[in-house]
């Protein structure tokens, strides 16, 4: 390789060095100021750290479209790129009700459902009883920790059909 190749470029590689440590910088601001609302509200580790992801994830994807612009990629083809890979995303959701049924039901539970993870709740069903306790809250399923150590893994739309009983554990 020839190193005239790279100076033919020092201005992209000068503007994206700074973009990088800005995103660097950012990202541990805000990281802080997350945990410090955290701490202050009393929020449980878990949402700080999935809200730091978000946030994270946000700020990684404005890093890759101003990266984007800085290296010479024109808005039309970015716009293509971005509207097939929504139109690809779109249609595998869709094809799945209950894909996008689980991930809006996980945002209800997470944000406003009483249960937290650590709760031990009894799960009130006529056919099958569940009790245990939420040992995980993802994006499709609870997992649900048995007193005989089974882990039960129920889809968050299912969790949201049924009556939960949380129950009072004492410290």
Do not use: C
């Not at 984007?68 to 293509?80: K, N, T």
Request: aromatic share 12%; proline share 1%; hydrophobic share 50%.
């Amino acid at each position: 390789m020839d190193i005239n190749n790279f100076l033919g470029y020092k201005e992209q590689i000068f503007e994206t060095l700074v973009l990088l440590a800005l995103y660097f910088v950012i990202k541990y601001i805000t990281n802080k100021v997350i945990s410090g609302v955290g701490r202050k509200f009393e929020y449980a580790k878990e949402r700080v750290r999935m809200l730091q992801k978000i946030v994270n994830g946000n700020l990684f994807m404005v890093l890759i479209g101003i990266s984007l612009f800085i290296w010479g990629v024109e808005r039309s083809q970015i716009v293509y790129f971005a509207t097939s890979l929504l139109a690809l995303i779109g249609i595998a959701f869709f094809a799945q009700w209950s894909i996008i049924s689980n991930i809006t039901s996980t945002v209800i539970i997470y944000f406003s459902h009483p249960v937290r993870v650590g709760d031990v709740i009894s799960i009130l069903d006529k056919d099958y009883q569940i009790e245990g306790r939420i040992v995980d809250i993802g994006i499709f399923f609870m997992t649900i920790k048995t007193e005989d150590k089974e882990e039960i893994t129920l889809p968050s739309n299912i969790f949201m059909q049924k009556m939960v009983k949380k129950k009072r554990v004492d410290q």
